[in-house]
């Protein structure tokens, strides 16, 4: 299974944009990139994904690497309720035998994001 | 509201009562999916499913049992537990597609075996 690397932590002020870099130089041609977050005392949350092109939600955006092997999350404006673990996965769509997609999330470490105030 | 619903939220118990955690999703999701969270080896996968009657083991079943009789239900059995079955357990779950939709998480359980 391809691994990501990101920073262990990170700190922002708050009102700033953040950028929080992922490498993963295993990637292969058919693995998604997710980001998901996790507060304090929740489950992970989903926050955004993509494959080859930048993507932008209401919560986030994604910049791919043009040869994928890294990626960046960026909050545009990092707000207290922002602090979180930041997990960059690989999300392999492999055929299972029944036809569809194992769909397998494997996390790793993530990075702790610190927001002053 | 689309969500995963787990219960309990707390649960203390004593080693070799069996117990069930339950999971319930009501985004008519065929994926469904229990991990654990441990301090040190972040999140693991225990087992998954399909679609109902389709499970399989994830990286740490040993200890667990799953079933998928309605599709939004996913409950995880603990048999016989023991102190390091002590964890977080979250539920989560996904649409079936080729298209690396995001999963839906549960609220967690934290679990103590004494």
């Known amino acids: 299974d391809a691994k990501t690397t990101q920073p262990n932590s990170m700190e922002s002020n708050e009102e700033e944009p953040v950028h929080l870099p992922c490498n993963h130089s295993?990637?292969?041609?058919?693995?998604?990139i997710h980001w998901y977050r996790q507060l304090p005392s929740q489950g992970p949350e989903y926050v955004i994904h993509g494959l080859t092109s930048n993507v932008n939600n209401r919560m986030a955006s994604l910049a791919i690497a043009e040869d994928r092997k890294s990626s960046t999350l960026i909050l545009h404006r990092a707000t207290l309720r922002d602090a979180a673990v930041y997990y960059c996965?690989?999300?392999?769509?492999?055929?299972?035998?029944?036809?569809?997609?194992?769909?397998?999330?494997?996390f790793g470490t993530g990075t702790l994001l610190a927001v002053q105030p | 509201e689309a969500q995963v619903t787990q219960n309990p939220r707390y649960l203390i118990t004593v080693t070799g009562k069996k117990l069930t955690v339950t999971c319930s999703q009501n985004?008519?999701?065929?994926?469904m999916s229990w991990y654990r969270q441990d301090p040190g080896l972040g999140l693991r996968q225990i087992y998954y499913s399909m679609n109902v009657e389709v499970t399989d083991k994830g990286d740490v079943p040993e200890g667990y049992k799953v079933s998928r009789k309605e599709k939004r239900n996913f409950p995880l059995i603990l048999e016989s537990p023991s102190p390091n079955q002590t964890s977080l357990y979250f539920c989560?779950?996904?649409?079936?597609?080729?298209?690396?939709?995001?999963?839906?998480f549960g609220s967690g359980t934290r679990l103590t075996v004494v």
């Open positions: 985004m008519n999701h065929e994926y």
């Open positions: 989560a779950s996904s649409s079936h597609d080729r298209l690396g939709y995001g999963y839906t």
């Open positions: 996965i690989l999300r392999p769509v492999l055929l299972s035998n029944y036809g569809g997609a194992t769909n397998k999330l494997i």
């Open positions: 295993t990637i292969s041609g058919t693995d998604y």
